[in-house]
């Protein structure tokens, strides 16, 4: 395995491969929830998306529900939800865990010191930058809104 697009994850939808077909593109990876007091970031995300996949950018979501179950739907809820609420048109991923020892290989590499930038994730809404090579770029933690400055710039940077 030698990127993040390498990496074998489902899609939301059940299609086997949802990062392969992305390649070569600069993506803020997130892990989502629906109930989450930061669910509204969804919005700020889905506005990124639409300013910049232009450019061969895009966001992923990758839906959890290991911070206080607020993620119990299952994918078509989630789905559901993510589209009627905030209108979300991005690539998100079936649940998956981002911690313990069922955490998926997508965050393994994610969070390890050699691949990523390490630590287990602390919260919904935690942000990855990931360049076109398929290599992290920054970690940005969960409170930090998709618009903040330092993400537009680090974005501008890797575009």
């Not at 395995?1 to 997130?30: C, E, H, N, T």
């Not at 929830?33 to 232009?54: D, H, I, M, N, V």
């Not at 789905?79 to 991005?90: G, H, L, W």
């Amino acid at each position: 395995m030698s990127g993040f697009y390498d990496i074998a994850v489902q899609s939301i939808d059940g299609s086997p491969d949802l990062l392969g077909k992305l390649r070569g593109k600069v993506a803020l990876a997130v892990n989502v929830a629906s109930r989450c007091g930061l669910t509204p970031q969804y919005e700020g995300l889905e506005k990124l998306q639409q300013e910049l996949q232009g450019q061969d950018f895009t966001i992923i979501g990758f839906p959890c529900n290991q911070f206080g179950a607020q993620e119990p739907g299952t994918e078509q809820q989630i789905v559901q939800f993510c589209q009627t609420t905030f209108d979300v048109t991005f690539p998100m991923s079936s649940k998956l865990e981002v911690n313990g020892s069922n955490r998926h290989p997508l965050y393994n590499f994610l969070t390890s010191p050699d691949t990523g930038v390490s630590g287990e994730i602390t919260w919904n809404f935690e942000k990855f930058l990931i360049g076109r090579d398929g290599k992290v770029l920054k970690r940005y933690p969960p409170q930090t809104k998709p618009q903040d400055s330092a993400v537009m710039q680090d974005i501008a940077d890797a575009l």
